[in-house]
């Protein structure tokens, strides 16, 4: 698991951003100080601004350090178990700091809240606020509920809320790249998934929210957005004053053509509704990157199924084969399960199959953990032991190393357009950025006069791991 700084901590067991640096709140004379440690998704940094936005309102400035904060904040995971182990312990540790420091009021927000509701407060008395992803708007009256010992609990799940009047405070961000959220909620039900259960209803945000919001990042000098999701490509937004819809491949038309020099990425697509329309939207616009992010999650027809995931081996191959017809130079990277309930030793065989054939630049692997209350949990038995579980992701792991390091190898030689994101993290001489396909590249930074937020064409000369090591060889104008 990853550790980075964010106004605190952020832990992030599958990370999709990159190299948060400093806070950056403006140096308002805050009456009160708020610490917030988030965990789990992309979702969850994406609302941890926009609470600190709600925050700030109340006059709270934020600090990295919790010892002294009047409010601590964990904005929490649910996805598997290990994830709900790792704020538990955390909140022994918060509950020791509030025994030192009168007053302090600990909070928990996010999935975790939403799915254990007062049980944290209530029964293991870790914490005086509970609060769910919908619920965020009512911070303030809940943190003066909890100053006067009351409850302060709300995890009402909302169908309509999206945030979109609320300007997110850029926590930690490296002013160059950032996270737009476009939708909340999933209604796709899959089985092993706890998400549906803890953010709700599927509901898409103001399709003029979200351009504003870029262009906005844009105008603040930052060149890339990427818009997010746990199913973007579902994303449907009506105005009927205007008697317009924006679909998804209609928003990240609009949010490219804010500029070409603004990037624009986006995540997660369900490759159940990736559609032609958005293929061909990415590869008429430049500066939206040539990378999907197509969780296959199970390579065997018949554990896709149990899965709910509603399509077959071969119709994910068909969608991988499809993506590289439009865009030969396209990145894909996934997510896979090892060891759901009934997975025999021939599913784990497709699996790696699947991997060798869709060849992806990453995957996020994990072995199979039950959640409570999800279809999973309720309809089948978690049957395979551990140390198979282990035993099959580590050979998932040991593949896709092998795959990661020949999609490398297959780099050196080609030039790519690089925005520079900062030093790397080794040496100050060197720049780090990301090619189009989302991949980490290195550079010596050498005479060239090059600043972060620029895009450099960058020749690769190796790779070591995950990363492309190369050299300058032009500066883009945009
Ligand atoms: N919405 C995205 C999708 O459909 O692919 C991803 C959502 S989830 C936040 C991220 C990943 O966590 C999933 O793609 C899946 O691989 C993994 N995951 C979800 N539930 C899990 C569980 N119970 N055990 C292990 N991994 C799980
Ligand atoms: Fe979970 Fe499936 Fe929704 Fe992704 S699409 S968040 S895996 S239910
Ligand atoms: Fe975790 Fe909730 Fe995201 S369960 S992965 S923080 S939507």
Same mark, same amino acid.
């Given at each position: 698991m990853e550790t980075l700084e964010l106004t605190g901590k952020v832990h992030d067991e599958k990370r999709q951003g990159e190299a948060f640096a400093p806070f950056a709140v403006?140096? &308002? /004379? $805050? #009456? #009160? #100080?708020? $610490? /917030?440690? %988030? $965990?789990?998704? @992309?979702?969850?940094? @994406?609302? %941890?601004? /926009?609470? @600190? %936005?709600? &925050? %700030?309102? +109340?006059? $709270?400035? @934020? !600090?990295k350090n919790f010892e002294e904060a009047d409010l601590v904040l964990v904005n929490t995971c649910s996805i598997r178990e290990k994830a709900e182990a790792t704020v538990r312990k955390r909140l022994t540790e918060f509950k020791k700091a509030k025994q030192a420091k009168r007053g302090m009021l600990v909070g928990i927000l996010g999935c975790m809240a939403e799915r254990l509701k007062g049980k944290l407060l209530e029964e293991e008395k870790l914490v005086d606020l509970v609060v769910g992803p919908d619920a965020y708007r009512t911070l303030p009256a809940l943190i003066k509920d909890a100053g !006067?010992?009351?409850k302060g609990v709300n995890v009402l799940l909302s169908r309509e809320e999206t945030y979109s009047d609320i300007a997110p405070i850029r926590l930690d961000s490296n002013g160059v790249t950032s996270f737009v959220s476009i939708m909340r909620g999933c209604n796709n039900m899959c089985s092993f998934c706890v998400v549906p259960f803890t953010r709700g209803r599927e509901r898409s945000r103001d399709a003029f929210s979200i351009f504003k919001e870029c262009e906005e990042l844009f105008n603040n000098g930052y060149k890339e957005v990427t818009l997010l999701g746990q199913n973007v490509d579902s994303y449907y937004w009506v105005d009927e004053q205007k008697d317009m819809i924006v679909t998804f491949a209609k928003l990240l038309e609009m949010v490219a053509n804010i500029s070409p020099s603004l990037r624009v990425r986006f995540s997660t697509s369900h490759p159940k509704d990736i559609t032609d329309e958005v293929l061909f939207t990415m590869s008429r616009y430049e500066n939206i990157c040539k990378s999907i992010h197509l969780p296959v999650q199970s390579g065997s027809t018949r554990l896709l199924q149990l899965m709910n995931r509603t399509y077959t081996r071969e119709w994910y191959i068909a969608k991988v084969d499809r993506i590289k017809e439009i865009m030969p130079e396209c990145g894909i990277t996934s997510d896979v399960i090892a060891g759901f309930c009934t997975e025999t030793e021939e599913d784990h065989d497709d699996t790696l199959s699947i991997l060798e054939y869709s060849k992806y630049d990453m995957s996020y692997m994990y072995f199979y953990s039950e959640r409570p209350g999800t279809l999973a949990a309720r309809r089948f038995t978690d049957d395979v032991p551990l140390e198979v579980k282990k035993r099959r992701l580590d050979e998932i792991v040991k593949l896709q190393n092998r795959i990661s390091r020949e999609s490398n190898l297959r780099d050196v030689g080609r !030039?790519? #357009?690089?925005? /520079? +994101?900062?030093n790397s993290k080794k040496s100050e001489n060197d720049w780090a950025g990301r090619s189009s396909q989302n991949k980490v590249v290195v550079f010596p930074k050498g005479n060239a006069n090059l600043t972060k937020g620029d895009y450099a064409f960058v020749m690769v000369t190796s790779s070591t791991g995950a990363t492309l090591l190369g050299e300058i060889v032009g500066k883009s104008p945009d």
């Open positions: 403006e140096p &308002l /004379i $805050y #009456k #009160k #100080k708020f $610490y /917030i440690e %988030s $965990y789990g998704c @992309a979702m969850n940094f @994406a609302d %941890s601004e /926009i609470v @600190a %936005s709600i &925050l %700030s309102n +109340e006059g $709270y400035g @934020a !600090t !006067t010992g009351q !030039t790519f #357009k690089v925005l /520079i +994101e900062g």
